[in-house]
């Protein structure tokens, strides 16, 4: 049971290159989220799939793109990188109640390593 | 949206030592969760409280939903606390989603 995983851990991109994020999940989960975390903002949410089939922007959408290619895997693309989008990446999943029959609202959330993304 | 506020912003103990953490918010929520992101940025889930009060080991965790805040209580720190601790909340109307407070930076010295 790997949990998230994501790859790849490091990257470093001129400006205007792209590049993808990949993500996976296998505990069947049906969330899933892009964050990125820069020094002193804490972590953003950038886009995110409360089920298969479905995206949802988040505080931070600008300048990327996600697919939902199945349950367990998110991807999040960047199509011409810019010095802003320098940052930690992660990923994250969890299940959430209206899938669960436990009640509303979503369950524990977990993350994967993250991808450090430089673009010069 | 809903505002997600932790005190304090920074903390240093002597290893041993118990502490505090808050953290506020603006609206009625679903669920509220901790999170402990170690000095490598790996981030793990410490609790997911609603309401309540759980322990885990020299950790605690309280939520006072009516009140819209949480405690983080971590008692006899040792080196390896040492990290960021956030909270998150999903409000009531959120759509399946966390907002994330700033988090609290806690050096644990020897």
């Known amino acids: 049971n790997a949990g998230v995983t994501q790859t790849p851990k490091f990257q470093v991109l001129k400006t205007g290159q792209s590049m993808t994020l990949q993500c996976a999940q296998d505990?069947?989960?049906?969330?899933m989220y892009w964050y990125r975390q820069d020094p002193g903002m804490g972590l953003r949410l950038i886009y995110y799939?409360?089920?298969?089939?479905?995206?949802d922007k988040g505080e931070v959408p600008n300048g990327y793109n996600v697919s939902r290619l199945n349950k367990r895997e998110f991807s999040l693309r960047l199509e011409s990188a810019a010095p802003s989008q320098t940052s930690v990446y992660f990923c994250?999943?969890?299940?959430?109640?209206?899938?669960?029959?436990?009640?509303?609202?979503?369950?524990?959330?977990?993350f994967g390593p993250g991808t450090r993304l430089t673009v010069t | 949206g809903i505002q997600v506020e932790q005190s304090p912003p920074d903390l240093i103990l002597q290893e041993g030592a118990n502490s505090t953490l808050r953290c506020n918010f603006s609206?009625?929520?679903?669920?509220l969760q901790w999170f402990h992101q170690n000095p490598w940025g790996q981030l793990i889930n410490l609790f997911y409280?609603?309401?309540g009060t759980k322990q885990n080991g020299r950790l605690s965790a309280t939520t006072v939903a009516t009140e819209r805040y949480s405690l983080l209580y971590i008692s006899s720190s040792q080196t390896t606390d040492s990290g960021v601790y956030f909270c998150?909340?999903?409000?009531?109307?959120?759509?399946?989603?966390?907002?994330f407070g700033t988090g609290t930076q806690l050096k644990v010295e020897l």
């Open positions: 609206d009625s929520v679903n669920n």
């Open positions: 505990m069947n989960h049906n969330s």
């Open positions: 994250a999943s969890s299940a959430h109640g209206g899938t669960s029959g436990r009640g509303l609202g979503l369950y524990e959330q977990y």
């Open positions: 409280i609603p309401s």
């Open positions: 799939s409360a089920s298969e089939g479905t995206t």
């Open positions: 998150a909340v999903e409000d009531t109307g959120g759509g399946n989603k966390l907002t």
